[in-house]
């Protein structure tokens, strides 16, 4: 079983929370990257969409259409796709609407993250876009109307769809063998805000801790890194500072 087109027209409308209220997390990652958001462009991640997800967004706006790849490394991961999905892009940041995002736009840099009974315990963030999202230096800015909203939107997916739950199993499975290698706590928003590391090299075991024991990564460690950053990917990094 899979999910429809009708089962994601459920998902969006669970789910449209912005990650926080008055956060434009964009302006603090688009001075790394010609101006444009990260997650919103697709020299550095492709939208990809279940074919049922794509029908809807179809019928719903003009905002999107397939994706063109337009280098070697573009055209490996379209050719690599699952049968059921395809990459689209949107028009971009200029012309978002917010209620024609899709899941992954909605979602990003947040995924379900599965223990490794298979329990769904909170929100992981991708962290091979932590050097460039500062999202993912902060996963605690995320307010509890988000969680929720995302937390049951998945839920309902997984329950409609067996494939997404092990693509998600797996993804934790590989965060784990990440994190444990670089000997560091995954750090977790579990559900009703609580805050969760996994712990490395311990088979995945959980403990609760503090959202102030979260730590932010490179370049999102000091205003100076950020700076410096900024500069490297050939931007002006004056008047850029990290929100306090
Ligand atoms: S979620 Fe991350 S990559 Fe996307 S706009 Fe916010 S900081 Fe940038
Ligand atoms: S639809 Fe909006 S959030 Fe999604 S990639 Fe386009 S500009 Fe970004």
């Not at 992981?124 to 605690?140: G, H, K, L, Q």
């Not at 092990?166 to 928003?189: D, G, L, W």
């Not at 801790?209 to 500069?231: C, G, L, M, W």
Request: proline content about 6%.
């Amino acid at each position: 079983m899979t999910a429809t087109k009708k089962d994601f027209k459920v998902i969006y409308d669970k789910f449209s929370a912005p990650i926080a209220k008055k956060l434009d997390c964009g302006r603090i990652c688009a001075p790394l990257n010609d101006g444009i958001p990260v997650c919103c462009s697709t020299e550095n991640a492709i939208p990809i969409v279940e074919d049922e997800e794509w029908k809807l967004l179809n019928s719903r706006t003009d905002l999107w259409k397939p994706f063109k790849p337009f280098d070697k490394a573009s055209k490996k991961i379209v050719k690599e796709l699952a049968k059921t999905t395809c990459a689209i892009e949107c028009k971009g940041v200029a012309f978002c609407e917010r209620d024609n995002r899709s899941l992954a736009c909605r979602s990003f840099p947040y995924f379900p993250y599965f223990t490794k009974e298979g329990e769904l315990i909170g929100l992981a963030a991708y962290w091979t876009f932590e050097d460039r999202c500062w999202v993912i230096s902060n996963v605690e800015v995320a307010d509890k109307k988000f969680v929720s909203e995302m937390i049951e939107a998945y839920e309902y997916l997984f329950d409609v769809d067996e494939e997404q739950y092990e693509a998600y199993y797996e993804e934790s499975a590989t965060m784990r063998r990440v994190f444990s290698k670089r000997n560091e706590p995954i750090q977790i928003i579990g559900c009703g805000m609580k805050y969760f590391f996994v712990l490395p090299k311990s088979g995945g075991r959980v403990i609760p801790t503090e959202k102030s024991a979260f730590r932010p990564v490179k370049p999102f460690t000091s205003d100076k890194v950020y700076k410096k950053a900024i500069k490297e990917a050939g931007g002006d990094p004056t008047g850029h500072s990290l929100p306090r």
